[in-house]
């Protein structure tokens, strides 16, 4: 499947702004046997003093901006287009959970994909006891690590609720999930901590979903912005595997990976600091359109 | 020991009647005989020559030299501001040159150890990869910081200056209890603790062959220099700012190596450099020492919250522009887990088993290691695996919320158990006698072209009570000097070398942050001084007029009501806030003000909060406000007579000369007002400090005319308006871009305009619509001082 990708976001600031740094996470990964960028590319407006791209620790494009100050309006505008394929379902030979510590214990890297990032505290997921408790009553005897990734996401996607009013981009996993509440972010950090509470790996995934649906289906909540999900390590054989909290679904075609990380704060489309922002104003404009 | 002092002759048995070391632990002062060391004879013999009235007489020399130099620390267990004194045990520990050797050869084998494994993490990962570490140890860690994952470090090495902490087993042996890599703190504090002891054995220290701090200091000041880019740039030290428990430590290293102290947001990164914002336009470093916490260092890439950082370091570092000491990232191998594992890699990474054993550590994130700790939890603590503190820092050793094999099978990979070993004793001063307290030493080595550099002595911690596993500086703690005796005598040193040429040292550049803080510290003392005298002049009237015919009174008590001061309210609600406000601005750039500024400043805080009392109103405040500001002249006068006429000292003359301008403009505009009540005038003179030369001027009353032309034009008055402006006019042409090509800038053409027109003005002229603008002028040139320089 051929999407082509266009992104606007737009900070407003009032009444100018200050020096500026800014991390921007934004164009659509290559993944190999998954997902290639055809073509992309990221304009900025006002022309930045500095602009660098690198790639940071994950795996991720990033690229580094710098404004000297005095404007009132940022835009960063995304044009891509990128191949996805979708992997056809596979027999689910993953590790039974009480294998799992075994196997990870075994993997002796600290590469990017290695599972021993995903597994502890990170800055946004702080497993809580509710949470972990949550999980665990959702085990079944000899459920394999992948068939526990899909009854904690399908869970979430009954129990808690879309609501893109009741929190914002800082609010904690803990609160949204005694709200039963949230955005696509809540619902992917709130099943990573749950993952984690059980010991399997968990990360965080940014994308894009395609925004209109193919014929005869349902519009993917989510579509109007940036999207997340998750990523699950079930044992040696499987590897990663990506849920979809919050459509329940296993991510195929209609996926398009931006960057993974541990959890938000490492993904975050436009990380940086503010200077005397405080009357920043965003909006978010996204177009997923597959080409015939 | 009784036995001590019959072996000794009795020579001093009144010194050591009551020291009686613990069986089962080493001693400092007497060996496992009881026979006292021989290092120690000479301060023994030196304490018993002399009563214990005269021994206390001494000691308290120490406590003077560390009240007099400001050495305090702050509570960091607790969020409030509480500063206290320096908590000094004015006997060092005493130890012999041969110790000395051991502990040095034992710990730079240790540093380079902890280099290599440093390295490895942040670059070919081969300890992980060949399961020398666990992978989980690692990535659990707070302090592996994937952003520095593959950067090489500017100069090539991670570790520049480190600190361990030691202790003596009951064997006898030395033994490491923590190594600090991530920001070590006390270096400075040792030096300080040397020149205190040194006070109080002034007549022993010359002669008793310790080894010199000096040179250590002086060859890690000279590595730091070495490591900038090129002459042009420079080495600062990253401080959280004053808030932090040691930043008196911070702003007292700058001072003594002569580095700029820097807060995260004094610099930005442009094109990949890092710079410091100074009055002079950006300035390269290219050097930090930091005494920050890796993760606060940039927002950017690591903690996203922190205030604390500059934005874009990370990156500066990755491009090799900056040399981090230590690098960002190098407290991975602080963390106390990582002791289970140094034994096993210090042969394979330095060819040799560690000549210094550390304290007995298990990880508990495997399993054999956690089952042996279940078995013998008794004799050992139970801790978080990352933490660097010491075992006897811990609170409790587990939590009895659950059985133990649960919470170790539960969180086993974030825990660590190390042995509770009992710590050798040392003695210290009590109510005329020695009696022995558990110690232990925290030694500093820094990297020197040469290879490590150890300080020799200067800190050691020593323990409350008598139970010898608890040494902890917050729970009421001392500290001591350590001194290393040589068996001949020792050079005395200080930091400059003996053989330099003379050499005028370059004039340090001044950060924006600091210029702002001194310009604010003199508009506010200024401030303080001009309520003084408001609120002297209101109690010396309200002692003398009568009730009910008071206009002058109501007017004077509205016009403190127009800067925020209520005439009714206790002095010190008034004062106290006033004074913080000048304190806080001076403890922001405490490497830059004289230690005599900042106490007369400490002073006159404690003053004005005993200001009230009773029935204290009318003459007897008026009494004890005139007391108040003498204290305040003192502080100007150490201010203006003692400091060095460098920039930071033009910021500080042009806040107070700003502030004083634009007072007395308002005074003014009130007080000789036409339709002010009688008195008026004369308190306008009061309040101006001028009564003497208006009466020697004009040899008439007041009038308008002769109190506006002494209280603002006249140019020989130092509190006239014309006077403050004429110095303000001097002072900017002094700055740093001013007349640089004959042309001048806003601020300059600005403050002309308002100094000429001023000068040929005249008291009929200057009414008080004139005066009102003109303090409206004063403003202005402040708001184009800040946008040109403060910012």
Same mark, same amino acid.
């Given at each position: 499947m051929l999407y082509d990708i266009g992104l606007t976001i737009t900070y407003s600031y009032a009444p100018t702004s200050g020096p500026g740094r800014h991390l921007l996470r934004l164009m659509p990964a290559t993944l190999p046997g998954r997902q290639r960028l055809v073509a992309g590319r990221l304009a900025v407006e006002p022309r930045p003093a500095e602009e660098r791209r690198w790639t940071d620790f994950w795996g991720n494009a990033v690229t580094e901006v710098a404004f000297a100050g005095g404007h009132a309006q940022e835009r960063f505008r995304l044009s891509a287009r990128v191949e996805v394929t979708a992997a056809p379902p596979a027999l689910d030979l993953s590790a039974p959970l009480a294998r799992l510590g075994a196997e990870l214990a075994a993997q002796r890297s600290l590469g990017p994909a290695a599972p021993h990032h995903f597994l502890g505290p990170s800055d946004r997921v702080r497993p809580w006891a509710g949470a972990t408790d949550y999980a665990r009553a959702l085990l079944g005897p000899d459920m394999t690590t992948l068939a526990i990734v899909q009854a904690v996401g399908q869970a979430l996607h009954r129990d808690m609720r879309f609501d893109a009013q009741a929190t914002t981009v800082d609010t904690d996993p803990a609160e949204a999930f005694a709200r039963r509440r949230g955005v696509c972010q809540d619902f992917s950090q709130i099943m990573i901590a749950c993952l984690r509470g059980l010991g399997i790996p968990a990360g965080y995934v940014s994308g894009f979903l395609r925004t209109t649906p193919p014929p005869g289906r349902a519009r993917l909540a989510g579509a109007d912005a940036m999207h997340a999900w998750v990523r699950a390590w079930c044992g040696v054989e499987t590897g990663w595997v990506d849920y979809d909290p919050t459509n329940a679904v296993m991510p195929g075609a209609d996926h398009i990976v931006v960057a993974q990380g541990r959890d938000y704060a490492d993904v975050a489309p436009v990380r940086g600091i503010l200077r005397l922002a405080a009357a920043a104003v965003t909006t978010q404009a996204v177009d997923v359109l597959p080409l015939p | 020991m009784g036995g001590a002092a019959q072996q000794t002759g009795g020579r001093w048995a009144a010194l050591l009647a009551r020291y009686a070391p613990m069986p089962g632990v080493?001693?400092?002062?007497?060996?496992? #005989?009881? !026979?006292? /060391?021989?290092?120690?004879?000479?301060?023994?013999?030196?304490?018993?020559?002399?009563?214990?009235?005269?021994?206390?007489?001494?000691?308290?020399?120490?406590?003077?030299?560390?009240?007099? +130099?400001?050495?305090?620390?702050?509570?960091?267990?607790?969020?409030?501001?509480?500063?206290?004194? $320096?908590?000094?045990?004015?006997?060092?520990?005493?130890? @012999?040159?041969?110790?000395?050797?051991?502990?040095?050869?034992?710990?730079?084998?240790?540093?380079?150890?902890?280099?290599?494994?440093?390295?490895?993490?942040?670059? @070919?990962?081969? *300890?992980?990869?060949?399961?020398?570490?666990?992978?989980?140890?690692?990535?659990?860690?707070?302090? $592996?910081?994937?952003?520095?994952?593959?950067?090489?470090?500017?100069?090539?090495?991670? %570790?520049?200056?480190?600190?361990?902490? =030691?202790?003596?087993?009951?064997?006898?042996?030395?033994?490491?209890?923590?190594?600090?890599?991530?920001?070590?703190?006390?270096?400075?504090?040792?030096?300080?603790?040397?020149?205190?002891?040194?006070?109080?054995?002034?007549? %022993?220290?010359?002669?008793?062959?310790?080894?010199?701090? +000096?040179?250590?200091?002086?060859?890690?000041?000279?590595?730091?220099?070495?490591?900038? #880019?090129?002459?042009?740039?420079?080495?600062?030290?990253?401080?959280?700012?004053?808030?932090?428990?040691?930043?008196?430590?911070?702003?007292?290293?700058?001072?003594?190596?002569?580095?700029?102290?820097?807060?995260?947001?004094?610099?930005?990164?442009?094109?990949?450099?890092?710079? &410091?914002?100074?009055?002079?336009?950006?300035?390269?470093?290219?050097?930090?020492?930091?005494? *920050?916490?890796?993760?606060?260092?940039?927002?950017?890439?690591?903690?996203?919250?922190?205030?604390?950082?500059?934005?874009?370091?990370?990156?500066?570092?990755?491009?090799?522009?900056?040399?981090?000491?230590?690098?960002?990232?190098?407290?991975?191998?602080?963390? !106390?887990? =990582?002791?289970?594992?140094? @034994?096993?890699? +210090?042969? =394979?990474?330095?060819?040799?088993?560690?000549?210094?054993?550390?304290?007995?550590?298990?990880?508990?994130?495997? #399993?054999?290691?956690?089952?042996?700790?279940?078995?013998?939890?008794?004799?050992?603590?139970?801790?978080?695996?990352?933490?660097?503190?010491?075992?006897?820092?811990?609170?409790?050793?587990?939590?009895?919320? !659950?059985?133990?094999?649960? $919470?170790?099978?539960?969180?086993?990979?974030?825990?660590?158990?190390?042995?509770?070993? #009992?710590?050798?004793?040392?003695?210290?001063?009590?109510?005329?006698?020695?009696?022995?307290?558990?110690?232990?030493?925290?030694?500093?080595?820094?990297?020197?072209?040469?290879?490590?550099?150890?300080?020799?002595?200067?800190?050691?911690?020593?323990?409350?009570?008598?139970?010898?596993?608890?040494?902890?500086?917050?729970?009421?703690?001392?500290?001591?000097? &350590?001194?290393?005796?040589?068996?001949?005598?020792?050079?005395?040193?200080?930091?400059?070398?003996?053989?330099?040429?003379?050499?005028?040292?370059?004039?340090?550049?001044?950060?924006? /942050?600091?210029?702002?803080?001194?310009? $604010?510290?003199?508009?506010?003392?200024?401030?303080?001084?001009?309520?003084?005298?408001?609120?002297?002049?209101?109690?010396?009237?309200?002692?003398?007029?009568? !009730?009910?015919?008071?206009?002058?009174?109501?007017?004077?008590?509205?016009?403190?009501?127009?800067?925020? &001061?209520?005439?009714?309210?206790?002095?010190?609600?008034? *004062?106290?806030p006033r004074v913080a406000a000048a304190r806080a601005c001076a403890g922001q750039v405490r490497d830059r003000f004289s230690i005599d500024g900042w106490l007369a400043l400490t002073d006159l805080g404690q003053a004005v909060a005993t200001l009230d009392s009773p029935g204290a109103t009318g003459s007897e405040a008026a009494r004890r406000l005139g007391q108040i500001l003498r204290q305040i002249a003192g502080f100007s006068g150490l201010v203006h007579e003692n400091m060095y006429r460098f920039t930071g000292w033009r910021f500080l003359t042009l806040g107070r000369a700003l502030e004083r301008a634009n007072a007395m403009a308002w005074t003014l505009a009130e007080f000789a007002d036409p339709a002010m009540p009688d008195g008026a005038l004369d308190l306008a003179v009061e309040v101006g400090d001028s009564l003497m030369t208006h009466r020697r001027r004009y040899a008439v009353a007041t009038t308008r005319d002769t109190v506006v032309d002494l209280l603002a034009l006249d140019e020989r008055n130092p509190r006239a308006i014309l006077y403050q402006l004429d110095l303000v006019r001097d002072l900017v042409d002094r700055l740093p871009g001013q007349g640089a090509d004959g042309q001048l800038t806003p601020l300059a053409r600005r403050v002309l305009k308002v100094q000429t027109d001023l000068a040929v003005a005249d008291p009929g002229t200057l009414d008080t619509a004139a005066l009102q603008a003109l303090r409206a002028r004063t403003d202005e040139i402040a708001t184009l001082l800040a946008r040109a320089y403060l910012t």
């Amino acid at each position: 499947m051929l999407y082509d990708i266009g992104l606007t976001i737009t900070y407003s600031y009032a009444p100018t702004s200050g020096p500026g740094r800014h991390l921007l996470r934004l164009m659509p990964a290559t993944l190999p046997g998954r997902q290639r960028l055809v073509a992309g590319r990221l304009a900025v407006e006002p022309r930045p003093a500095e602009e660098r791209r690198w790639t940071d620790f994950w795996g991720n494009a990033v690229t580094e901006v710098a404004f000297a100050g005095g404007h009132a309006q940022e835009r960063f505008r995304l044009s891509a287009r990128v191949e996805v394929t979708a992997a056809p379902p596979a027999l689910d030979l993953s590790a039974p959970l009480a294998r799992l510590g075994a196997e990870l214990a075994a993997q002796r890297s600290l590469g990017p994909a290695a599972p021993h990032h995903f597994l502890g505290p990170s800055d946004r997921v702080r497993p809580w006891a509710g949470a972990t408790d949550y999980a665990r009553a959702l085990l079944g005897p000899d459920m394999t690590t992948l068939a526990i990734v899909q009854a904690v996401g399908q869970a979430l996607h009954r129990d808690m609720r879309f609501d893109a009013q009741a929190t914002t981009v800082d609010t904690d996993p803990a609160e949204a999930f005694a709200r039963r509440r949230g955005v696509c972010q809540d619902f992917s950090q709130i099943m990573i901590a749950c993952l984690r509470g059980l010991g399997i790996p968990a990360g965080y995934v940014s994308g894009f979903l395609r925004t209109t649906p193919p014929p005869g289906r349902a519009r993917l909540a989510g579509a109007d912005a940036m999207h997340a999900w998750v990523r699950a390590w079930c044992g040696v054989e499987t590897g990663w595997v990506d849920y979809d909290p919050t459509n329940a679904v296993m991510p195929g075609a209609d996926h398009i990976v931006v960057a993974q990380g541990r959890d938000y704060a490492d993904v975050a489309p436009v990380r940086g600091i503010l200077r005397l922002a405080a009357a920043a104003v965003t909006t978010q404009a996204v177009d997923v359109l597959p080409l015939p | 020991m009784g036995g001590a002092a019959q072996q000794t002759g009795g020579r001093w048995a009144a010194l050591l009647a009551r020291y009686a070391p613990m069986p089962g632990v080493a001693d400092e002062l007497m060996d496992p #005989a009881g !026979r006292v /060391r021989p290092v120690w004879h000479g301060l023994l013999d030196h304490l018993a020559a002399r009563s214990p009235a005269e021994v206390d007489a001494q000691i308290a020399r120490g406590e003077h030299y560390l009240r007099d +130099a400001g050495v305090f620390t702050r509570l960091y267990s607790s969020k409030d501001e509480t500063e206290r004194a $320096w908590p000094l045990s004015p006997v060092p520990v005493i130890l @012999p040159e041969r110790d000395w050797t051991h502990i040095a050869e034992g710990l730079r084998q240790r540093a380079d150890l902890l280099e290599a494994v440093v390295r490895d993490l942040y670059g @070919p990962g081969r *300890l992980v990869a060949e399961g020398h570490l666990p992978a989980a140890l690692v990535a659990g860690s707070p302090e $592996w910081l994937r952003p520095l994952v593959g950067a090489e470090p500017r100069g090539g090495h991670f %570790l520049h200056l480190l600190a361990f902490e =030691l202790g003596r087993s009951p064997d006898g042996g030395w033994f490491v209890l923590g190594d600090r890599t991530q920001a070590p703190s006390g270096a400075g504090f040792a030096l300080e603790n040397r020149v205190a002891t040194s006070r109080v054995f002034s007549d %022993l220290y010359p002669e008793a062959n310790v080894e010199r701090l +000096a040179p250590f200091f002086r060859r890690f000041r000279d590595a730091l220099n070495g490591l900038r #880019a090129d002459d042009d740039s420079r080495v600062g030290i990253l401080t959280p700012g004053p808030m932090n428990d040691t930043y008196y430590e911070h702003a007292y290293i700058a001072r003594y190596l002569g580095f700029m102290l820097l807060q995260g947001d004094d610099m930005v990164v442009q094109d990949g450099r890092l710079m &410091v914002r100074t009055v002079a336009g950006p300035r390269p470093v290219s050097v930090l020492w930091r005494r *920050l916490d890796a993760a606060f260092a940039d927002p950017l890439e690591l903690d996203a919250a922190s205030r604390l950082g500059t934005p874009g370091l990370v990156g500066a570092i990755r491009a090799g522009q900056v040399g981090m000491v230590n690098a960002l990232g190098a407290g991975v191998v602080e963390a !106390r887990a =990582l002791m289970a594992f140094l @034994p096993r890699l +210090a042969p =394979l990474l330095t060819g040799a088993p560690l000549r210094l054993p550390n304290i007995a550590t298990w990880w508990c994130g495997q #399993a054999a290691e956690r089952d042996y700790v279940a078995r013998n939890a008794g004799r050992m603590m139970i801790g978080p695996a990352h933490s660097n503190r010491l075992f006897f820092e811990e609170q409790a050793g587990h939590r009895h919320d !659950r059985p133990l094999a649960d $919470w170790l099978e539960a969180e086993g990979a974030a825990l660590v158990a190390q042995e509770a070993v #009992a710590l050798s004793t040392t003695p210290v001063w009590d109510g005329g006698a020695l009696v022995p307290r558990p110690m232990s030493l925290r030694v500093f080595l820094a990297r020197t072209p040469d290879g490590w550099a150890v300080m020799p002595g200067g800190y050691a911690r020593i323990g409350q009570g008598g139970e010898t596993t608890a040494v902890t500086m917050q729970a009421g703690g001392r500290v001591a000097d &350590v001194w290393v005796v040589a068996d001949a005598p020792v050079a005395a040193e200080t930091m400059v070398p003996p053989t330099a040429a003379f050499r005028r040292s370059e004039v340090s550049i001044l950060p924006a /942050r600091a210029a702002d803080n001194l310009f $604010w510290l003199g508009r506010y003392v200024e401030r303080v001084e001009a309520v003084v005298r408001l609120l002297r002049a209101y109690h010396l009237r309200l002692a003398e007029t009568d !009730r009910g015919e008071r206009p002058l009174l109501t007017r004077l008590a509205g016009f403190l009501a127009l800067q925020g &001061v209520a005439v009714e309210a206790p002095l010190a609600a008034v *004062l106290a806030p006033r004074v913080a406000a000048a304190r806080a601005c001076a403890g922001q750039v405490r490497d830059r003000f004289s230690i005599d500024g900042w106490l007369a400043l400490t002073d006159l805080g404690q003053a004005v909060a005993t200001l009230d009392s009773p029935g204290a109103t009318g003459s007897e405040a008026a009494r004890r406000l005139g007391q108040i500001l003498r204290q305040i002249a003192g502080f100007s006068g150490l201010v203006h007579e003692n400091m060095y006429r460098f920039t930071g000292w033009r910021f500080l003359t042009l806040g107070r000369a700003l502030e004083r301008a634009n007072a007395m403009a308002w005074t003014l505009a009130e007080f000789a007002d036409p339709a002010m009540p009688d008195g008026a005038l004369d308190l306008a003179v009061e309040v101006g400090d001028s009564l003497m030369t208006h009466r020697r001027r004009y040899a008439v009353a007041t009038t308008r005319d002769t109190v506006v032309d002494l209280l603002a034009l006249d140019e020989r008055n130092p509190r006239a308006i014309l006077y403050q402006l004429d110095l303000v006019r001097d002072l900017v042409d002094r700055l740093p871009g001013q007349g640089a090509d004959g042309q001048l800038t806003p601020l300059a053409r600005r403050v002309l305009k308002v100094q000429t027109d001023l000068a040929v003005a005249d008291p009929g002229t200057l009414d008080t619509a004139a005066l009102q603008a003109l303090r409206a002028r004063t403003d202005e040139i402040a708001t184009l001082l800040a946008r040109a320089y403060l910012t």
